[in-house]
């Protein structure tokens, strides 16, 4: 089966820094690859996802590149805010999205 | 509509009782989901539902049965939990076809067994 690593699994960083969190999966036939935001208490949270036939996608400050050789992917957060504090999950998923796995998450704390 | 609802929010059970979460989605979704998500961890798959067929058990204990009642509704039956059972449950949904595969959450049930 599918197996996600995630790293950092914490990251601090200065207000206005950017972010990076790497995803490594197992199985070539992952072909989406969504990342999800969840602050404390709350629901995950969709930020962006990218599909296999992509390397990179962009929205506004969030970025996301996928390398399908390598296997890997990362997220990419600039300019980072207070409110982009939260636990960040990759996941990777094939067979129209039901096999989902995630990977074990990452605490980014941004530091005014 | 474009969310996924659960209820209740909170429950706390014993271990004998019967008791039953809700997850209703309105956005004409045909795959649903549950997952288990314990503290500081991610959320683990339990049942996956692809028009309204079980169509994945990750092998979960038969104390959590699901069910499918028609397309917008999923149900979890909980019976005989154990206090490891713990955990913030959340119910998902996707259009369930090719290319469609994104997942949205619902807010989940904390469930608290005695």
């Known amino acids: 089966g599918e197996n996600v690593e995630q790293h950092p699994s914490t990251l601090s960083v200065q207000e206005g820094d950017s972010a990076v969190i790497k995803c490594t999966y197992s199985?070539?036939?992952?072909?989406?690859f969504p990342w999800y935001k969840q602050e404390l208490g709350k629901r995950p949270q969709l930020i962006i996802d990218?599909?296999?036939?992509?390397g990179e996608k962009k929205d506004q400050r969030i970025a996301v590149t996928l390398n399908k050789t390598a296997k890997h992917f990362s997220l990419h957060i600039t300019e980072t805010q207070p409110e982009d504090s939260a636990v960040y999950f990759c996941?990777?998923?094939?067979?129209?999205?039901?096999?989902?796995?995630f990977g074990p998450g990452t605490r980014l704390s941004v530091l005014p | 509509d474009t969310e996924v609802t659960q209820t209740p929010k909170h429950l706390v059970m014993g271990m004998t009782n019967k008791k039953s979460l809700k997850c209703e989605q309105h956005?004409?979704?045909?795959?649903m989901y549950w997952y288990k998500q314990k503290a500081k961890k991610p959320p683990e798959l339990m049942f996956v539902?692809?028009?309204?067929?079980?169509?994945i058990n990750e092998s979960v204990p038969s104390r959590f049965s699901p069910e499918c009642p028609n397309s917008s509704l999923l149900n979890l039956h909980l019976h005989a939990l154990q206090p490891e059972d713990s955990a913030l449950y959340l119910c998902?949904?996707?259009?369930?076809?090719?290319?469609?595969?994104?997942?949205?959450f619902g807010p989940g049930t904390r469930l608290t067994v005695l």
């Open positions: 998902a949904s996707s259009q369930g076809s090719r290319g469609a595969d994104t997942q949205y």
């Open positions: 199985d070539s036939a992952s072909n989406y």
């Open positions: 990218i599909r296999s036939n992509v």
């Open positions: 996941a990777a998923s094939y067979n129209y999205g039901q096999n989902f796995v």
């Open positions: 956005m004409g979704h045909r795959a």
């Open positions: 539902y692809s028009y309204e067929k079980l169509s």
